[in-house]
């Protein structure tokens, strides 16, 4: 096997695939309701990856050192084929670990079995308050805080434990829920990730002063409950972990504004209509589906990814304080998180 390397060393391991722009939420830090009301704002069915290109583009990219497969949105789980793609992924030799991000409106409790039957490895579930009338706001539909938990129960019932629970934390949003988060999820067995808020896409509004640094969200919580340092699992772990003194489990923090980690990136990204991302925040991607549309085998497709890979230089996160922002960027739905 092949391990190919960018500019900056960094080799290519993890793949995140956005598996459609939709959505049946509109967060406020991702896709506003104000901004994407109408459908108008999405590619058209046709132009999404089918499940047959999705399963190409990976075995194709499994053979230039990926391993880890995230299914991203929007929300996957508006993909009625999800198990099937799993199944199918997971049948990929190289393959070792498919995980999946979801909002959990949509994970009952048979979903949640098939997925995990099917081959899925780990899921992460996002939440941003536990308290009904702020997460409605923030969800924009007003879904309720405790169907999510429930989606999360789904999940670790099938096998699907521990369950990742993803926060992001916005100042005077929901920075008062970093604290009961906490405290919920303290010896479930579930990992809180608190993530700074990031200037994804050009429609959040985002500004600086509406991130609440990691040391703060650290200095929050130990000055309840005393915590600790846990070593990365693997290189390029994004979160920093921090164990609980008390034994109650663990937290992670990302902090992708504040602390950049792209030294160690080594993901790639598909946008849901087949582009090659080499960075959350690239405004241009080679589009894969358009080659296999074309005609181009799996080893045309490495051919190119490779070739791109290794001209990778992309470093957004670390340059960001000196440059100004880019005005093109695309949308977090766009390239899956
Ligand atoms: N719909 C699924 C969900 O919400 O879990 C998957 C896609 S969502 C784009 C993936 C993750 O990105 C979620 O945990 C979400 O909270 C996070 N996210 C979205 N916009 C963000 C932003 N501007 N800053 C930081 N994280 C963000
Ligand atoms: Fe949908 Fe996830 Fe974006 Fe929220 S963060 S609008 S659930 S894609
Ligand atoms: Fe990776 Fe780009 Fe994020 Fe840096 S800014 S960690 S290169 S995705």
Request: hydrophobic share 40%; aromatic share 6%.
């Amino acid at each position: 096997m092949d391990i190919v390397r960018d500019r900056f060393n960094r080799p290519l391991q993890d793949l995140r695939i956005s598996l459609t722009d939709r959505c049946n939420f509109r967060c406020v830090y991702c896709m506003p309701k104000e901004v994407f009301g109408t459908p108008t704002h999405f590619m058209p069915p046709e132009d999404a990856m089918t499940r047959q290109e999705i399963v190409t583009l990976v075995r194709a990219l499994s053979g230039l050192g990926v391993r880890k497969v995230r299914l991203t949105g929007g929300e996957p789980l508006l993909r009625q084929d999800i198990v099937p793609l799993v199944r199918d992924l997971a049948g990929i030799a190289d393959i070792d670990d498919i995980a999946l991000t979801t909002n959990g409106s949509t994970l009952t409790r048979a979903r949640a079995r098939s997925l995990k039957e099917a081959g899925l490895h780990r899921i992460t579930v996002s939440i941003d308050s536990l308290d009904p009338e702020r997460f409605g706001r923030i969800n924009g539909v007003g879904f309720a805080p405790d169907r999510v938990l429930e989606a999360i129960d789904n999940a670790a019932e099938a096998g699907l434990a521990p369950v990742k629970v993803n926060v992001v934390v916005k100042r005077g949003l929901n920075d008062m829920d970093i604290v009961p988060l906490a405290e919920h999820f303290r010896f479930s067995g579930h990992t809180v990730r608190y993530i700074e808020y990031m200037d994804v896409g050009t429609s959040n509004g985002w500004s600086r002063k509406d991130i609440v640094p990691a040391a703060e969200i650290l200095q929050r919580l130990s000055s309840r409950w005393p915590l600790h340092p846990v070593e990365p699992l693997y290189y390029g772990e994004v979160a920093s972990r921090y164990a609980y003194d008390d034994g109650a489990g663990e937290i992670g923090i990302i902090a992708s504004v504040t602390r950049p980690f792209c030294r160690q990136c080594t993901r790639a990204r598909l946008s849901a209509d087949g582009r090659l991302l080499l960075c959350l925040f690239a405004e241009h991607g080679t589009n894969l589906r358009d080659m296999l549309r074309n005609g181009a085998t799996e080893q045309d497709i490495m051919n190119t990814v490779r070739q791109r890979w290794e001209g990778r230089e992309d470093r957004y996160s670390e340059l960001r304080n000196g440059n100004p922002r880019a005005s093109k960027r695309l949308e977090m739905f766009q390239i899956g998180g």
